[in-house]
């Protein structure tokens, strides 16, 4: 069956970077783009951007653009996403999200990854 | 960037009552309107592509509706297990967006 299983949760240093990994298994990793998505706590949901793992092009939300970076390992299946210059704000909880083959939407998801910003 | 409004915030209903969850899009949206659920500490799960499509699996009490900028989620039979807070998203142009979130509480 499909699956993505993320990094582990992670605290760091307001200026730190944090990069989170998401395994797949159990489908073509190359033939459906990663989306990753990330909630505040008692926030909503928002669309940081998508890579395409066959070709490695990447989409980046623009207010994110400057501070993140995805990429992928094809060898082992798996998906990253680096975010820079960590402020407060940055604490959420993190998703991959595998898209549909139509790219339209997202049909299985990652078990999400806090990722806690404080001095 | 397209804003998703989503009413209510939240709501409380009974056992077997029928539920409407509306989304208003700031520009017009053809086709791709999603809807997910996501039950406290999990990650969301997608219901509905399309405005209507149900996802494999979903149970056939959900349904969706609408079109160019008003969409709706039904929930035909309330159940227990559908305590959660549902999410509209847009995907049609990126950046892709989301409404705010509809808890649905059980009286």
């Known amino acids: 069956q499909v699956q993505l299983v993320q990094s582990g949760a992670e605290v760091k240093k307001p200026g730190a970077s944090v990069k989170v990994s998401c395994k797949t298994s159990?489908?073509?990793?190359?033939?459906?783009?990663i989306h990753w998505f990330r909630q505040a706590p008692g926030q909503g949901l928002e669309w940081m951007g998508w890579?395409?793992?066959?070709?490695?092009?990447?989409t980046y939300a623009p207010n994110l653009r400057h501070w993140v970076t995805f990429t992928r390992d094809t060898s082992i299946n798996t998906a990253y996403m680096e975010l820079r210059s960590l402020k407060s704000d940055d604490t959420a909880l993190y998703f991959c999200?595998?898209?549909?083959?139509?790219?339209?939407?997202?049909?299985?998801w990652g078990q999400g990854t806090l990722v806690t910003v404080s001095s | 960037d397209i804003h998703m409004t989503q009413s209510p915030s939240s709501l409380s209903a009974s056992i077997g009552d029928r539920v409407t969850i509306t989304c208003r899009a700031s520009?017009?949206?053809?086709?791709?309107l999603n809807w997910y659920q996501q039950k406290p500490g999990k990650a969301p799960n997608l219901l509905i592509y399309?405005?209507?499509t149900l996802q494999n699996g979903v149970p056939s009490r959900f349904s969706g509706s609408g079109s160019g900028t008003d969409f709706t989620l039904t929930i035909s039979s309330l159940q227990t297990e559908d305590l959660a807070t549902y999410f509209c998203?847009?995907?049609?142009?990126?950046?892709?967006?989301f409404g705010q979130g509809t808890k649905v509480e059980i009286k």
């Open positions: 999200a595998r898209a549909s083959p139509s790219n339209w939407n997202c049909d299985h």
């Open positions: 399309d405005i209507y």
């Open positions: 159990g489908y073509a990793f190359s033939h459906h783009f």
């Open positions: 520009q017009t949206i053809p086709s791709h």
């Open positions: 998203q847009q995907s049609s142009t990126t950046p892709w967006t």
């Open positions: 890579v395409n793992p066959y070709s490695g092009a990447t």
